[in-house]
């Protein structure tokens, strides 16, 4: 589809001459998810606030009453400050408590929150010239201590998490924008320069709000030693009862939460550790928790475990991507006391050679048909949601043969223990990911083929809750990333790829003196893909901005210091008779509050 045949449907859709229903299908048609094409009619001045059936209907009639709800996550959470959460499971746990202005609904429209209503052209809340958005509040929300919640809260929000001191993950949600105070039940948000996406500052699992008059001495430098880094005080359905790190977190209905008659919950309990497979094992087949977070096990296991009839295994595309990176910095050199410093490169992979022969010898298919069957699928794409993103020029290739040609052709010489080194380089690796058995068998199919092409690779497994910490004094996480290999997921929680590709842009770098919090995790760097993101940023043109993301995908792929190897399924299990709200586009507890039990 062409621009002008997209801004015909748009000004169908204008005119109600076409339902935004039929817009989203037609986009459908030619590549676009929904999320996307209701991005482009909020830009257009057509309302992004979720359609009836985006969340289903909530049936409960009273607020408490369903007794416990008992939730299994297999990586256990370390932390409860969303600013810090590194890793998925941080992000739920935080979720709990912390709420954004809004969310993304399983079909890419977004849900008030926090929000009274939805920005758009048509309320005046966003600007025609893609400058600036404004949002409304809702009215008559407190925090948990009974403070109320106001837009001081969330200027402050803007104000920490910009912070170069206080080194949140969310920084870059706040960088670039200024954060202006209308009244108290108004912000207004404005952009450098006209913004496409402009459903990212307080949106989503980087928007959740922390209150003001607990954090307001614990900005910048000192920011990890507040008190209430883990002992939240939120705007959620659930209060803050108990949190033993890397073990259990529990909470207790809100008596004051305030959307009518939730939460349907009395008690919370999210219960960290073990493997995947016991966590499955715990819901399908004995009944002994409600949920399971992320079922990463072989699929004939969990069809055997549905056969048992207590529960179900849901499937939801996402953009997230299990993949494998190849650290552009040397890990075993230090440079002012410093690690896999940006200035360095490691010594096998500044050879583009190697990267390559290393990619060709990643078997996806087998991966994906032994390993992940319905909860991935093989691809070389870095970026694949939406589809109109994913580019069409890259290719996934399996070939030991072609492997040995590339490094015989660059001069790694096999010795005769059989490995090839060049220049008193070895190549000698060490593969670390999380323990999981996935990983761990993918990991065994990636060795297996890299030593018939005479690479040695030593495999490492590190526990989840270590592999994914935020402890800045840990050196087995996985932002430190003092490995030559590393394999993981990154999740993809926005319905638009800006936020998710920022993680190549060079001022993203994971660094000491970042706290590792940077999403730059390999260190790559070009001069070209910052300047495509910067580009992008500013770009309205939708069929342009496509491109130029395409690019950017390309320059990653093609530097082979990444590896892409399966698009995944958003998988997770629970009882038959729980009703959870999930969204691919979202946290898995965005919306815990509307979670429930059937008779």
Do not use: C
């Amino acid at each position: 589809m062409d621009e002008n045949g997209l801004r015909e449907l748009i000004g169908r859709v204008k005119r109600g001459t076409l339902s935004r229903r039929g817009f989203v299908r037609r986009m459908a048609a030619v590549g676009f998810t929904a999320p996307m094409a209701t991005q482009l009619l909020a830009i257009s001045g057509v309302s992004a606030q979720s359609a009836p059936g985006g969340v289903p209907p909530y049936p409960g009639t009273r607020r408490g009453g369903g007794g416990p709800l008992r939730v299994l996550y297999w990586q256990a959470q370390t932390l409860l400050n969303p600013h810090f959460a590194v890793g998925t499971t941080n992000q739920d746990a935080a979720r709990v408590f912390y709420e954004p202005l809004a969310g993304w609904a399983a079909d890419g429209t977004l849900h008030p929150i926090l929000a009274a209503e939805i920005p758009s052209v048509e309320n005046r809340g966003l600007a025609e010239d893609g400058r600036s958005v404004t949002w409304k509040l809702k009215r008559g929300v407190k925090w948990h201590d009974g403070q109320d919640f106001s837009a001081d809260d969330v200027v402050f929000n803007w104000e920490y998490g910009r912070h170069p001191a206080t080194a949140g993950v969310t920084s870059g949600s706040y960088r670039g924008v200024n954060v202006v105070k209308v009244d108290d039940h108004t912000v207004r948000v404005e952009f450098e320069r006209p913004t496409p996406f402009w459903a990212d500052t307080f949106v989503a699992s980087r928007g959740m709000l922390i209150p003001k008059h607990k954090f307001q001495d614990f900005v910048g430098a000192n920011s990890r030693d507040a008190p209430t880094n883990l002992r939240p005080v939120g705007t959620g359905a659930y209060r803050f009862v108990s949190f033993t790190p890397g073990d259990t977190l529990r909470g207790e209905l809100n008596p004051t939460y305030h959307a009518e008659n939730r939460p349907f919950f009395d008690t919370l309990e999210i219960k960290g550790g073990g493997d995947a497979a016991s966590a499955a094992r715990a819901v399908l087949q004995t009944g002994d928790f409600d949920f399971a977070w992320s079922l990463r096990v072989e699929d004939d296991l969990l069809r055997r475990l549905e056969s048992a009839g207590r529960g179900v295994v849901s499937y939801l595309p996402t953009g997230g991507i299990e993949h494998i990176q190849l650290n552009r910095t040397d890990p075993n050199v230090e440079v002012n006391g410093e690690r896999a410093h940006a200035s360095t490169q490691h010594p096998a992979f500044r050879d583009p050679a190697v990267r390559q022969a290393i990619a060709l010898l990643v078997d996806r298919d087998s991966v994906q048909r032994f390993i992940y069957g319905r909860g991935g699928v093989a691809t070389g794409n870095f970026l694949n949601q939406p589809p109109r993103f994913a580019s069409p020029n890259t290719r996934a290739e399996f070939s030991i043969e072609k492997a040995n040609e590339v490094l015989d052709a660059a001069g790694w010489v096999r010795g005769r223990d059989g490995i090839r080194a060049k220049d008193g380089v070895r190549l000698r690796f060490v593969f670390q990911t999380s323990v999981s058995a996935p990983r761990q068998r993918t990991q065994a199919i990636v060795k297996q083929a890299a030593l018939r092409a005479g690479i040695d690779i030593e495999l490492k497994s590190v526990v989840g809750s270590v592999f994914f910490s935020a402890d800045v004094g840990n050196p087995d996480t996985y932002t430190k990333f003092f490995a030559d290999i590393q394999m993981y997921n990154t999740t993809m929680p926005q319905a638009d790829p800006q936020l998710f590709m920022n993680q190549f842009t060079s001022w993203e770098l994971s660094t000491r003196e970042n706290r590792w919090q940077g999403r730059n995790i390999t260190r790559w760097h070009s001069d070209e893909y910052d300047a495509l993101f910067r580009a992008a940023e500013g770009e309205l043109d939708p069929v342009r901005r496509a491109a130029m993301f395409i690019r950017m995908n390309d320059l990653v792929v093609g530097s082979n210091h990444i590896i892409p190897l399966m698009n995944q399924r958003l998988v997770n299990g629970h009882l038959n008779n729980l009703r959870p709200v999930l969204s691919g586009w979202e946290n898995t507890l965005w919306l815990l509050r509307d979670w429930h039990r059937v008779a």
